[in-house]
């Protein structure tokens, strides 16, 4: 008979959210998704359910965290285990250290591979994060029970590591194939991906159930995991999240008063929601005198978001002044403006670009 995993790591609960406002929406969303990774495990029939690491933050997550992780636990009922990462490494006075941790949940405590037997020919070994940095997982070791066999830990692909991420606990495709592992159920990378080669996936990363960060890529949910009786393995992604993380940038073109720059805004974010938090950077050239007032367009614009903080990056232009400069810019500058006084339309949009080049700034046609 097949076995079902569900795989799911890095849901973070008790984030501290600095990148944008609503960070309280945002972190009762992390609760919300590893519910529908629950609940996910139930509708599937799953027979196990594997967590690759950072399931909490250590420094601030209490005894509500723990219990609503422990309810979470009993309402699956099945099998639970665990491969603290570098944010919930097993310690003392960890959440997984508890005495009233739920008795179908275990977690692997020690940074070395303990084997727990899920099946007839099939194996899961665990490794855990404890405070001290683990090392390289795979090296050196050999996974040599019989069947398929699964590896679980919280780690880094070190081949693929995205800029800006801090490896830990690295590792190889290579070094997975020589430890003899069949497939490595992992966590750390946000965005979630499968790796293959000729035979078969290697290793995967489910990502976080919910973006944690601006510029995560990659698929944020869970993996549903199928080990069939021919030892064959099947990797499906499912979507979870239901926030986003939205960089946007709003052209202000000419804007020659406050209404023009707040119809810009709105034009910008209109099509977004609640579940939407949004960093926005107005670009372009405003005319001189006109307000650009960020506490009223994040009202005015933003209401509807789960959350708006705008970065005002606009520039002034006053053309008149530039026109009587005795240089190349000054030049343009007085032709495209007699033209533009002249009813040319596309003279005055070309006095924003031109003006934004020459002070080599950023503008959004």
Not at 54 to 76: C, K, N
Not at 165 to 177: D, W
Not at 290 to 309: I, K, Q, S, W
Request: hydrophobic share 45%; net charge negative; charged share 25%.
């Amino acid at each position: 008979m097949a076995t079902t995993i569900v795989h799911a790591a890095d849901v973070h609960l008790e984030t501290v959210f600095a990148d944008v406002r609503g960070g309280g929406a945002r972190r009762a969303a992390l609760a919300d998704a590893f519910a529908r990774i629950v609940d996910l495990a139930l509708e599937r029939g799953a027979d196990v359910l594997t967590i690759g690491g950072d399931l909490y933050e250590s420094e601030r997550a209490g005894p509500a965290t723990a219990r609503f992780l422990f309810a979470q636990f009993a309402r699956f009922g099945k099998p639970v285990f665990v491969a603290p990462g570098n944010h919930d490494p097993f310690a003392a006075r960890s959440i997984y250290a508890r005495d009233d941790l739920p008795a179908n949940v275990r977690v692997f405590a020690d940074a070395s591979w303990n084997a727990v037997p899920l099946a007839p020919d099939l194996t899961l070994y665990g490794f855990g994060h404890t405070p001290a940095e683990p090392g390289r997982p795979f090296a050196g070791i050999t996974f040599d029970r019989s069947g398929v066999r699964l590896a679980l830990v919280h780690g880094s692909d070190e081949e693929r590591c995205p800029p800006g991420k801090r490896a830990t606990a690295p590792f190889t495709a290579a070094e997975i194939r020589a430890a003899g592992a069949t497939l490595a159920l992992t966590g750390h990378y946000h965005g979630g991906t499968v790796y293959a080669d000729a035979a078969g996936p290697v290793f995967a990363y489910p990502g976080a159930p919910e973006p944690v960060k601006f510029g995560e890529r990659g698929e944020h949910g869970a993996l549903v995991v199928t080990v069939r009786d021919d030892a064959s393995i099947g990797v499906e992604a499912v979507p979870i999240a239901r926030t986003r993380l939205l960089e946007v940038t709003i052209p202000v073109g000419d804007a020659g008063d406050e209404a023009a720059v707040i119809a810009a805004c709105e034009r910008a974010l209109d099509g977004l929601g609640k579940n939407d938090f949004v960093r926005a950077t107005l670009r372009g050239t405003v005319q001189p005198g006109t307000r650009v007032d960020r506490a009223l367009l994040t009202e005015r614009a933003g209401a509807h978001l789960g959350a708006l903080d705008l970065v005002d990056r606009s520039t002034i232009a006053d053309y008149a002044a530039i026109a009587h400069e005795s240089n190349v810019r000054g030049r343009a500058v007085a032709e495209l403006l007699a033209a533009a006084d002249g009813g040319d339309d596309d003279a005055r949009r070309a006095l924003a670009l031109v003006v934004a080049a020459f002070d080599g700034a950023e503008i959004a046609p």
